[in-house]
């Protein structure tokens, strides 16, 4: 494991690596890879207060208005694209905010894409698979996306190429299969256990393929299809658009592939999304159109899952995280396991 520490350098085999490095062009005093992980960290230790008892509103807030904290003290110019919300919803991190440093010369202008909590419900109830999770990349490469829903598809390096939304499900599995030297007997396929998904369900279960029903979390479950060792093959069906640019983030780092398409529940949403620059608003976008260029993308864990572990109170005021970041431009995946001393810095 890697283990960070707060003097903004990494610690390795007793090695020490300088942790400057240059970010599109600029050259910057600190690792941003692990600044944004310190934002990840700060909102999962904030909310994992609230596990397990019951209260998602305020486990949500409590993510917020860390992360929200925690990007004042990183050196860029960035506005939230991907958010909880608009600008009326506040004080949730809503589109259009300007987080870190407006004011600071010569620091980069970026788009940010966020969940301070993925996974609500589950953090309220102490479930499987709660993260904090963000996303950066140049200023006007996310899909600037209205929150609402979005029909979404996804696959690991392995099976890149073999999804294609226009597909139907028993088409896109028995490619991925064959794709992946697979019988479709031997594919699973992560779906939201959702009313919606019946039809879907019940489709693949004909098919003989299996399934693995997840009951929230999109986006840890987009990265588990990605990642080879976690036995997930596929993600079909449709949920959050937000989760859904979050998601396409991790997949360009982990190499895999993605595509979505708006689904509207009313005619007010279809209006935002035009009014929001989308020319075709029933558009399938692929991977490259949700996440472009360069993509950076840091989640740790709040509860225990498949992907990262959740935090851990250890005694005398301290606690321990796991986090996942990854980047795009280099395929670079770093695991960083945490030890937080409160007694010589500040709760989140």
Known sequence: MIQLDDTNRVQHDFRVYDSSFMFWGVTMDRNLAL?????????????SKWMGRGQEKQADQAAVDAMRTAFDSVRIKGEVVIGEGERDQAPMLYIGEKVGQPLAVDAPEVDIALDPLEGTTLCATGGVGAISVIAVAQKGHFLNAPDTYMDKIAC????KGAIDLDLSPTENIKNVALKLGKSVSEVTVVILDRPRHTTLINEVRELGARIHLISDGDVSACIAA??????????????????GVLSAAALR????????????????????AISMGLSDPDKKFKIEELAKGPVM???TGVTDGPLLKGVKTLPNHKAMTQSLVMRSQTGTIRWIQTQHDFNQKRLP
Not at 35 to 47: D, H, Q, Y
Not at 156 to 159: E, F, K, N, S, W
Not at 256 to 269: A, I, M, S, T, W
């Open 253 to 272: 780092c982990l190499g895999g592939d993605f595509q979505g398409r708006l689904k509207y529940r009313n005619d007010q949403e279809r209006q935002r």
């Open 226 to 243: 990605g990642w080879s060792e976690s036995g997930i093959d596929m993600l079909l069906g449709i949920g959050g658009a937000p989760e």
């Open 35 to 47: 600044e944004f992980v310190r934002i990840t960290e700060a909102a999962a230790l904030a909310c």
């Open 156 to 159: 690991g390096p392995l099976a």
């Open 297 to 299: 993308f840091s989640a």
